[in-house]
């Protein structure tokens, strides 16, 4: 492998998902119940992109201009491709961090956003990410990073060390990278079972290696394989962003925050005793045994007081997706019932699923203070039941792109799609469906009487040798497949159809 990917792994393309928090209007909530002002994000920027499936959902919403690169070419080739699709006119390369970092054609970011990135890179790429962060993001800007934490991976990174090892000099030449993990899999799963000492002292080796079997291949090499591999203690973030410039802000997830769905009663009674916001996060972690973070890191906090964080709240419109399929329930680390008498007055108003202003809600709703009103629109965002909603003009401008990615998208159902998402103009994000789905929608657009959806999708799923699955099992009868589509159809008709029409997915 060449030097100039500097140990990470480029032959083998990455997965094709999309990590909402990378998106700029997910920064919002958790920061006003931090009590910060968010920024207004006009230009932002994504290091190591990947396929790039978030940088151009996200720049789907005309108010932010997205740059960004991944020095996988094969990545930045995909994700040009959508981008040129959308007309975003995204700036999106194929440039190592070095080259990328030290252009002299960026603006200064209101956003700036790596994930899956920093654990997986050299030393030296990662003061290379210091330095730029240092430069270009704005004073109020925002960093989001994720990262591989201590002391989380402490128990895996034998596992980790010996997939390395095995795949670096084991494996075959002229084998695809696939094979060759297969049989790394296979090999440490048989040296771990004849290492009794190893295992007495770290039984969770054998239960880790059975679900890493289950895991994408893809993701397997990228996460496990590559030359670089370096989780750490958050202090040790922390330490190495103060040359960035940047502080902590909160967990990209407020469910993370939420003590409620975090930490038991000892727990929070020994966090109450530490004084010092760090090394509170440090000892959560162990608490937690956190294996992975997801951050907002400011420069230059600014504290809102009481008429401002109410402003900001009341400006904000929110939607909530599907009255029906709330659960009075908040799980993360642990769970917790959410209390009906102060929820249901909320989620009854919302029951309509059209956008309503904060303001109005809270209008309406005289008996709930705002202070507890803000905390259960947070949760119900958090939780994923509700969306923001941005302005209606802003809706209008974002319908080019999201007609143009979304018709693109639903083209490719016709094979075997890798993006299964489809790009929203009211909330500027994207939104997840499976394969039947998106055929379902095709077949929508396409004028299709709703009867024969389900033929539709098997005519299509046939036509590329795919076939359904009920309960975990392929349905081989094509008898059973054709059932199994007119179910789902059904349902998806009954539940999915209208949700893709409030959120402009389709019209």
């Known amino acids: 492998m060449s030097n100039i990917y500097q140990g990470y792994n480029t032959d083998t393309t990455y997965t094709y998902g999309y990590y909402l928090a990378l ?4 920064i919002i909530m958790p920061f006003l119940a931090s009590g910060i002002a968010p920024p207004e994000v006009i230009n932002a920027c994504e290091l190591g992109f990947g396929q790039g499936v978030t940088i151009n959902m996200n720049a789907v919403n005309t108010q932010t201009h997205w740059y960004g690169t991944d020095f996988n070419p094969s990545h930045a080739a995909f994700a040009q491709h959508l981008n040129q699709i959308s007309g975003a006119g995204s700036v999106l390369s194929d440039q190592g961090f070095d080259e990328f970092c030290q252009r002299d054609d960026l603006p200064e970011f209101d956003f700036i956003a790596l994930h899956g990135i920093w654990s997986w890179i050299s030393d030296h790429n990662r003061q290379v990410i210091i330095d730029f962060v240092r430069r270009k993001l704005k004073i109020g800007g925002v960093l989001y990073i994720s990262y591989n934490t201590l002391p989380g991976w402490s128990a895996a990174a034998p596992i980790r060390h010996l997939m390395a090892e095995h795949h670096r000099v084991m494996s075959a030449t002229g084998t695809n990278h696939f094979a060759n993990l297969d049989k790394t899999l296979n090999d440490i ?12 002292n770290n039984p969770n080796i054998s239960a880790r290696l059975k679900d890493l079997k289950e895991q994408n291949k893809s993701y397997i090499i990228h996460e496990y394989l590559n030359q670089n591999w370096y989780p750490q203690y958050f202090s040790e973030i922390e330490q190495m962003l103060h040359d960035a410039k940047v502080s902590y802000a909160c967990s990209a997830n407020y469910l993370n925050d939420f003590a409620e769905t975090t930490l038991n009663n000892d727990q929070k009674q020994i966090l109450a005793t530490i004084s010092n916001p760090s090394f509170a996060q440090t000892v959560k972690d162990f608490f937690l045994n956190t294996q992975f973070r997801a951050d907002y890191w400011v420069k230059g906090k600014r504290e809102l007081n009481s008429v401002e964080l109410k402003k900001y709240w009341y400006d904000l419109r929110v939607m909530l997706k599907n009255r029906d399929q709330v659960k009075l329930e908040a799980s993360h680390v642990l769970s917790t019932e959410l209390v009906a008498d102060i929820f249901n007055p909320i989620l009854d108003l919302l029951a309509d699923n059209k956008p309503k202003a904060v303001a109005q809600i809270a209008e309406k709703l005289t008996a709930i203070s705002d202070e507890i009103l803000f905390q259960i629109l947070t949760i119900l965002h958090a939780k994923g039941d509700l969306v923001l909603v941005l302005p209606d003009e802003q809706i209008e401008q974002n319908k080019t ?14 094979s075997n799609p890798e993006v299964l998402y489809l790009a929203s103009p009211v909330t500027g994000t994207a939104f997840s469906y499976n394969h039947p789905q998106l055929l379902f929608l095709s077949a929508y657009l396409a004028g299709e009487n709703p009867k024969n959806w389900g033929k539709y999708a098997v005519k299509a799923l046939e ?10 099992e392929i349905l081989q009868d094509p008898k059973d497949n054709l059932a199994e589509a007119r179910r789902q159809a059904e349902e998806f008709l009954a539940n999915g159809l209208e949700m893709a029409k409030r959120l402009g997915i389709v019209e």
């Open 189 to 200: 799963e048989q040296i771990f079972e004849k290492s009794p000492r190893l295992l007495n």
């Open 463 to 472: 036509a590329n040798n795919l076939l359904l699955k009920k309960d975990g």
């Open 23 to 26: 998106n700029p209007s997910q």
């Open 401 to 414: 792109r999201t007609q143009a990615l979304n018709r693109y998208l639903l083209s490719q159902a016709h």
